[in-house]
């Protein structure tokens, strides 16, 4: 596939890993910001958006939630990427040479025993790839960064171990956004739909809404809340389940949670990735 898909971060960062992973034909575009990426998709300086919205170890990522149901973009795929974390330095560094490491505080904290193993002091950057790039243009041989392997492609640095990490199962999940809704049936394991509503102000509405997709087994993979308009009173519900809206129980479901709900948005039908396995 041809064309161009913007991401959040600095070309290096996980996120444009992301993108030559589920899609490698494109040009990955790097924006400063999550808005600046959804608004590329939007005017159509960009095909799609690749966003971040939770990591198995750090959880949901902020912002992504709320940014999403109105921005006029819909969800056409997922995509699950392993977090492998890396030591890059300047080309000919050994690793006994290195005292700092620079990166973002969550990839610090996800190796430790490793930085604590061979006496390197941690320091924080504002990202990961930008780590990368500091330590490029620093030139200073004591200083590495913890980045993708891809950082280090991109700004010569050699990569001095690789998958650091302490845990091995790191992985964040992307969701990738389109200007155009794709509710076609595809894929080998399955399709996602994803939705957010408000329920009404009576009492269980909760309970009851989710009665619906309990009695006619449809698997809800995640359910999430978080405030909406700056107030504690007005809370929105975010939700993964498993199956087409067009599935016969899906539909009743759905069905049942308009009863109980005064806004309910499909954000998007598309396949399940393997990786959630």
């Known amino acids: 596939m041809t064309g161009r898909i913007a991401f959040q971060g600095e070309p290096g960062a996980y996120s444009h ?36 919205v939770e990591n198995s170890t750090y959880g949901r990522v902020a912002d992504i939630h709320s ?15 392993r977090v492998h974390i890396n030591l890059l330095a300047l080309p000919g560094t050994r690793l006994e040479d290195v005292e700092q490491a620079m990166s973002h505080t969550m990839l610090l904290g996800q190796c430790k025993k490793f930085l604590a193993r061979h006496g390197i002091h941690r320091v924080t950057g504002a990202d990961t790839a930008g780590s990368a790039r500091h330590v490029a243009e620093l030139g200073d041989p004591k200083l590495a960064a913890l980045a993708s392997e891809l950082a280090g492609e991109i700004y010569g640095l050699d990569v001095l171990a690789r998958h650091i990490e302490d845990q091995g199962n790191n992985t964040t999940r ?20 994803s939705f957010v509503f408000q329920v009404r102000n009576i009492p269980a509405a909760l309970y009851k809404a989710m009665g619906g997709f309990a009695t006619n087994g449809v698997n809800m993979t995640k359910l999430e809340s978080y405030m909406v308009g700056g107030t504690f009173t007005a809370t929105q519900f975010y939700a993964d389940i498993e199956g087409h809206p067009e599935d016969p129980a899906v539909q009743r479901a759905l069905e049942e949670l308009d009863y109980f709900t005064t806004e309910m948005k499909i954000l998007g039908v598309y396949p399940a990735d393997p990786g959630r396995q």
């Open 17 to 52: 890993q992301a993108c030559r992973a589920a899609r490698p034909g494109m040009e990955a575009v790097p924006c400063r910001t999550f808005e600046d990426a959804i608004d590329m998709v939007r005017s159509g300086e960009a095909d799609l958006g690749m966003l971040p």
């Open 174 to 193: 992307f969701l990738i956004m389109s200007r155009d809704a794709d509710y076609s049936p595809r894929g080998d394991h399955g399709m996602i739909t």
């Open 67 to 81: 940014l999403m149901p109105d921005s006029g973009l819909h969800i056409i795929d997922e995509a699950f990427v």
